[in-house]
């Protein structure tokens, strides 16, 4: 069974850092391209950045574009979205997610999906 758990999310100030954590399991992990995905309340789940299965290659959404990082480590099957200057507009729960297409910014291009961890800056 593929499971794809996030976590490192929680409550931080504007201006704060936070490290996000995506552990895959049940998947040849090094395979799948990832990404990183976010939803608001009242809104659509939305790109925020994606990363190849070498790592090679990284895109990211403009609003994110100089504030976070994304990463992957393939020996622990872990992907990472590191986020500094964080803004209020940044509050959502925040997804993993696999795919077998490379950098895409379209859910419906992703296979596997975390549950979501929740992340709230506060002004």
């Known amino acids: 069974q593929v499971q794809l758990v996030e976590s490192g999310g929680g409550l931080v100030q504007t201006g704060g850092s936070l490290r996000l954590s995506c552990a895959g399991s049940?998947?040849?992990?090094?395979?799948?391209?990832m990404g990183w995905f976010r939803q608001a309340p009242g809104k659509e789940r939305e790109f925020v950045a994606a990363?190849?299965?070498?790592?090679?290659?990284?895109n990211y959404e403009d609003a994110v574009k100089g504030r976070f990082t994304i990463s992957r480590d393939n020996a622990k099957k872990t992907v990472y979205l590191q986020m500094n200057s964080l803004k209020s507009e940044d509050t959502a729960v925040y997804y993993c997610?696999?795919?077998?297409?490379?950098?895409?910014?379209?859910?419906?291009?992703?296979?596997?999906w975390g549950q979501g961890t929740q992340v709230t800056v506060s002004s």
């Open positions: 997610a696999a795919s077998l297409w490379a950098g895409s910014k379209d859910t419906t291009r992703y296979t596997y």
């Open positions: 049940g998947l040849s992990f090094s395979n799948y391209n």
């Open positions: 990363i190849t299965w070498s790592g090679g290659s990284t």
